[in-house]
Nanobody, 123 residues
Framework: QVQLVESGGGLVQAGGSLTVSCVAS????????MNWFRQAPGKEREFVAK????????VYADSVKGRFTIARDNAKNTVYLQMNSVKPEDTAVYYC????????????????WGKGTLVTVSS
């Protein structure tokens, strides 16, 4: 079993930056892609970004493209989501997820989930 724990959420002003982290423990396999999803109050969980562990290909949702950057540190079994130029609509619980099939963006296709970390963007 892979355990994922997010951290780094908090309050940030619009236009500012924040980085959330996800640490994987337990059984870790390099071919698992790592993903970030988010869920705002009253809305469905949506895909944000993903990265393959090797070679590190990335995919972003259009809503965050150019503002967010997903990165990895395999030595620490950690994936990051760097959020720049944040907007109030970025406010959500951000979830880390792992999946063995890189291309999928569907929540139901994720194999493991973290419990989420709350990011609140003030205007």
């Amino acid at each position: 079993q892979v355990q994922l724990v997010e951290s780094g959420g908090g309050l940030v002003q619009a236009g500012g930056s924040l980085t959330v982290s996800c640490v994987a423990s337990g059984r870790t396999f390099s071919r698992y892609a790592m993903n970030w999803f988010r869920q705002a109050p009253g809305k469905e969980r949506e895909f944000v970004a993903k990265i393959s562990w090797n070679p590190g290909n990335t995919v972003y949702a259009d809503s965050v493209k150019g503002r967010f950057t997903i990165a990895r540190d395999n030595a620490k079994n950690t994936v990051y989501l760097q959020m720049n130029s944040v907007k109030p609509e970025d406010t959500a619980v951000y979830y880390c997820a792992a999946n063995s099939r890189y291309s999928t963006r569907l929540p139901d296709d994720m194999d493991y989930w973290g419990k989420g970390t709350l990011v609140t963007v003030s205007s």
